[in-house]
């Protein structure tokens, strides 16, 4: 079984910084690709970025390319996403997962490509 447990949400203005982090444990390992996914009230999981293990390659969607960056400790087995110049329609809870595997670029975006789930971290950025 894997675990993840994500924190660092909060409230912040609009321009400022965060930084969520994606605590793993259980049985997985330094190659297994891993995600952040975000949901607003009312909308579908979206995808924000991901990195594949296998070759350290990061993918983000074109909403926050730019301002968010995926980062790994490996010693720590936790991942980071530091999201900058955050805008109110980054309002959400965001959710770190993982997998197996060695997914193409084009299936981080699918959720179903994961199978391992936090529960949730929010973030809501408001004047």
């Known amino acids: 079984q894997v675990h993840l447990v994500e924190s660092g949400g909060g409230l912040v203005q609009p321009g400022g910084s965060l930084r969520l982090s994606c605590a793993v444990s259980?049985?997985?390992?330094?190659?297994?690709?891993m995600a952040w996914f975000r949901q607003a009230p009312g909308k579908d999981r979206e995808f924000v970025g991901g990195?594949?293990?296998?070759?350290?390659?990061?993918f983000y969607s074109s909403s926050v390319k730019g301002r968010f960056t995926i980062s790994r400790d490996k010693d720590k087995n936790t991942f980071y996403l530091q999201m900058n110049s955050l805008k109110p329609e980054d309002t959400a809870v965001y959710y770190c997962?993982?997998?197996?595997?060695?997914?193409?670029?084009?299936?981080?975006?699918?959720?179903?490509?994961?199978?391992?789930w936090g529960q949730g971290t929010q973030v809501t950025v408001s004047s």
């Open positions: 259980g049985r997985t390992g330094s190659t297994h690709p």
């Open positions: 990195l594949r293990g296998t070759d350290n390659n990061k």
């Open positions: 997962a993982t997998g197996f595997g060695n997914p193409i670029s084009s299936s981080f975006r699918v959720p179903s490509t994961f199978e391992y």
